[in-house]
């Protein structure tokens, strides 16, 4: 359906989008391919195009069926579905038909089988436990890792083609905004705080306070930006979203602009999601093009210009004074919090900055209006909170679950336990900020306040999940790197005390450690959480204080036993083939350093001079016959273990 | 393929070296960049990313006229061209491996990969590109493909959970195409 050139008013606006719907009732069938990075790379573009062809293959079957492209039937290419572990995805609506792992030459099946006979194809269908033979589901509502959500955030994603304005103003985009026009700006703020809506980015901060204040500052022009800088390692949430909902960010900046009397505003996006910067200019030419970014804005008088720009890669980034120094060209260095951004922010004037995630509720909120919104999590976490959850979990993915729910149900209900049922080690929340948590934390309540008293804190989304292969040594170590790498070096106890610590923590996975090197380095820690100048400095020793706190035994081993129980900490560490080695010869043959010998069909050795621990021949052992040994002890199966399926592998 | 011929390494092809891109020509596409943003400070960063992604590293040529078009201090060129991770100020190869290490491929095994490539294409990360020019290796901080995990990305490809032993094949897809 084309689109008036431009939307005069509101009026206008809800008449199309009625239009677009009545228009869609007829459609009998949709077919949504995943287009997320996750599927992609499992050839989810092949497997459309596919679809395509098959479709065109099969015209005069379908038309028999009551099926016409484009008509009845529509093939689109969405945004993350969010289960990225069964990828590529493809499902079939509006029988919730969810095909799991499909491959390129599946296509002809699923328009065979589904459209033209209305028939499952079994053996794509998910699979809902590992054991063959095992029950499939038949839609994703029997899938717990998509019954147990509840999408806000998410609500588009997933579902709509991120490129296409129709379908999200068919899914109810932009009725949030055209209800917010109806409102007077201090009601649509009211309507915020009200809602207890809190920042997403990891302080939760009341979204509604923070705009009230802003207001209350008497100035000429006041900014509004998005926060699109996601630079914790372990998270995606502001990425699927920017990338597979382009519009619904914006119509929450809309909102915001309309409230706060911003005339401008920014999304400031990690240079890294190159697909989000594309969707979201796509989005933004589309809005002004039809007059919902502009001048007088559906005729209410409003104006919003909206522009997008690329961050620099700096962790630093995410912190909302640097960010506004780097989008005025300058080194991303967050200044001291006694200024506070709503007086001072972007160019020395007042600005309203917001996560991607929190903007993206805004709507919602508008729309459903702030007493339903303030119904669904905690007394103190209200709505839901988008997690991606990763590691070493079985159902990696993103997940939306209300406020409140433990970590134990979200990694072992939504997330389907551990990977190969190994034992559960830790939880690692709210990235290089935050901290990891032992088994017998699970049962904690995840909402801002709960995680941060157990020391860790929920922080924009990111929960690793670690198994018994993890060193937690190895993991502090990682984040301390990670910090040193991104530290702005403005401030000392940031800049300097992370690299003490970081060289502390290298001697002891060095198996050079000695006990006093804990003291010293809680000593560094307490000096960089009370002496630094910005938030992340703050943070920043928590990965390590935290697993000092839960996990000492493991960096004790280290010390005292030179042994690295997870078999991670390559100084403590060698491989031996053991006696049931069946002499295939292929360890020997992919071995860089030729330092295994032995004959065929004979006991394989390696000569430990030449080994240079890399793993290669544990990766390839069709028996798993190769130990990794640490401390004198066989300390084993540093990844999964998979037998004869491995060798299956090999051999494909 | 069998698994015999899986298991050979990659023929090692001898590209013709090639120079860097002439810097001739490099005038000409800095003006049409110069051309989309207002000249001031507010548009560096941005600049400077069309910049590295016209002529594939940030010479200090490039920096020198950035510097007097924006009118910024060359200083503040240098400084912000070398606090952010996506500018290099060295020239790199033709493709782009970027190993992702953030915290879900740390702990899949993200390091060993890095290791290993290092080894396998005789360059550090981070550092010099091949002696054919062809790759250029590199460490991120999460590409936010953490449901792939150990994810690599090279160029808009992005390649999931992978191992050691499947990076011959990645090397070798990317050394033909």
């Known amino acids: 359906m084309t689109a008036p050139k431009t939307f005069k008013n509101a009026k206008a606006l809800l008449d199309y989008a009625k239009k677009v719907r009545e228009s869609r009732k007829i459609r009998k069938r949709e077919i949504r391919v995943c287009g997320g990075p996750g599927c992609v790379a499992g050839g989810s573009r092949k497997i459309y195009e596919e679809i395509g062809q098959e479709i065109d293959a099969h015209a005069a079957e379908l038309k028999a069926a009551g099926l016409e492209l484009d008509v009845t039937l529509v093939k689109k290419c969405t945004g993350c579905h969010g289960m990225c572990e069964a990828g590529p995805i493809v499902t079939v609506e509006p029988d919730s038909i969810f095909y799991a792992h499909t491959k390129p030459g599946d296509a002809k099946k699923i328009v065979e089988e589904t459209l033209v006979k209305g028939e499952l194809v079994e053996?794509?269908?998910?699979?809902?436990?590992?054991?063959?033979?095992?029950?499939?589901?038949?839609?994703?509502?029997?899938?717990p890792f998509y019954a147990l959500q509840q999408r806000i955030?998410?609500?588009?994603?997933?579902?709509?083609?991120?490129?296409?304005f129709d379908d999200f103003i068919a899914a109810g985009g932009l009725e949030g905004f055209t209800k917010a026009l109806a409102m007077k700006p201090e009601e649509v703020i009211e309507e915020v705080e009200k809602s207890g809506l809190r920042g997403r980015g990891g302080a939760g901060f009341p979204a509604g306070r923070k705009w009230k204040s802003a207001v209350r500052v008497k100035k000429d022009r006041v900014w509004i930006i998005c926060n699109g800088d996601e630079g914790d390692p372990g998270a995606f949430m502001d990425r699927t979203i920017m990338d597979s909902d382009p519009y619904s960010v914006i119509e929450g900046m809309l909102i915001g602009a309309y409230a706060l009397g911003a005339t401008e505003g920014y999304i400031y996006v990690r240079h890294e999601y190159p697909l989000a910067v594309k969707h979201l200019t796509m989005a933004i030419e589309r809005l002004t093009a039809i007059g919902l970014l502009?001048?007088?804005?559906?005729g209410s008088g409003m104006s919003f210009r909206l522009k997008i720009s690329r961050g620099g890669g700096a962790f630093v980034c995410g912190e909302s004074s640097a960010l506004m120094r780097s989008l005025e060209g300058k080194v991303g260095e967050p200044r001291a919090k006694y200024v506070r951004s709503v007086e001072k922010g972007l160019n020395d004037e007042p600005t309203v900055l917001n996560n991607v995630e929190t903007w993206v509720c805004v709507p919602a909120i508008m729309n459903k209006g702030a007493d339903w919104f303030s119904s669904i999590g905690t007394p103190t976490s209200k709505g839901t909170k988008v997690f991606s959850l990763v590691g070493k979990v079985r159902h990696t993915g993103l997940v939306e679950v209300p406020m409140g729910r433990t970590l134990r149900e979200i990694i072992y209900n939504v997330g389907g336990g551990i990977l190969n049922d190994r034992p559960f080690k830790a939880v690692q929340t709210g990235g290089p900020s935050g901290g990891c948590l032992p088994a017998d934390k699970l049962d904690l309540s995840v909402d801002f306040d709960t995680l941060t008293r157990a020391g860790a804190m929920m922080g924009s989304g990111g929960m690793v999940v670690m198994d018994d292969r993890t060193c937690m040594v190895d993991v502090a170590k990682y984040f301390t790197k990670f910090l040193i790498d991104e530290s702005c070096g403005k401030c000392v106890p940031c800049r300097e005390g992370l690299r003490q610590t970081y060289e502390l923590l290298d001697k002891i996975t060095r198996g050079e450690g000695e006990m006093e090197d804990l003291d010293k380095i809680e000593k560094l820690c307490h000096t960089m959480e009370v002496a630094s100048l910005c938030g992340l400095g703050k943070s920043a020793p928590y990965p390590v204080t935290s697993t000092l706190q839960y996990f000492?035994?493991?960096?004790?081993?280290?010390?005292?036993d030179k042994k690295c129980e997870a078999g991670v900490c390559k100084p403590l560490i060698h491989y031996e083939i053991n006696k049931n080695c069946i002499g295939c010869k292929l360890c020997k043959k992919r071995c860089p350093t030729e330092a295994i010998s032995g004959e065929n069909k004979k006991l394989h050795v390696i000569d430990q001079d030449k080994c240079i621990t890399c793993g290669i021949c544990y990766d390839v052992c069709p028996v798993d016959t190769v130990d990794i040994i640490s401390g004198g002890e066989v300390v084993n199966n540093r990844l999964e273990p998979t037998g004869k399926a491995k060798l299956a592998a090999t051999k494909a | 393929m069998t698994a015999k011929a899986k298991t050979k390494a990659p023929a090692k092809k001898k590209a013709p070296a090639k120079e860097q891109p002439v810097e001739a020509d490099m005038n000409g596409k800095l003006d049409a960049i110069f051309e989309k943003y207002p000249k001031d400070e507010s548009s560096l960063i941005m600049v400077l990313q069309d910049v590295q992604d016209t002529i594939n590293w940030l010479s200090p040529e490039a920096m020198d006229r950035v510097a007097e078009e924006l009118n910024v201090p060359r200083a503040r060129v240098q400084s912000v061209a070398t606090f952010y991770r996506s500018f290099s100020l060295e020239p790199r190869g033709k493709k782009l491996i970027k190993v992702c290490m953030g915290t879900a491929c740390h702990v899949r095994g993200a390091p060993i990969l890095v290791d290993e490539l290092e080894r396998k294409l005789g360059v550090k990360a981070g550092g010099a590109p091949t002696c054919d020019n062809h790759f250029s290796l590199e460490t991120v901080n999460c590409v936010g493909a953490c449901a792939l995990a150990p994810a690599i990305v090279?160029?808009?490809?992005?390649?999931?959970?992978?191992?050691?032993?499947?990076?011959d094949k990645l090397l070798k897809k990317e050394r033909e195409s």
């Open chain 1, 123 to 143: 053996d794509l269908l998910y699979r809902l436990c590992d054991r063959k033979g095992g029950d499939r589901a038949h839609t994703y509502h029997d899938i």
């Open chain 1, 153 to 164: 955030a998410l609500r588009n994603v997933g579902t709509i083609d991120p490129t296409d």
């Open chain 1, 294 to 298: 502009g001048d007088n804005i559906l």
């Open chain 1, 552 to 560: 000492r035994d493991e960096y004790i081993a280290h010390i005292k």
């Open chain 2, 154 to 167: 090279v160029g808009e490809e992005y390649y999931s959970k992978q191992t050691p032993s499947t990076l």
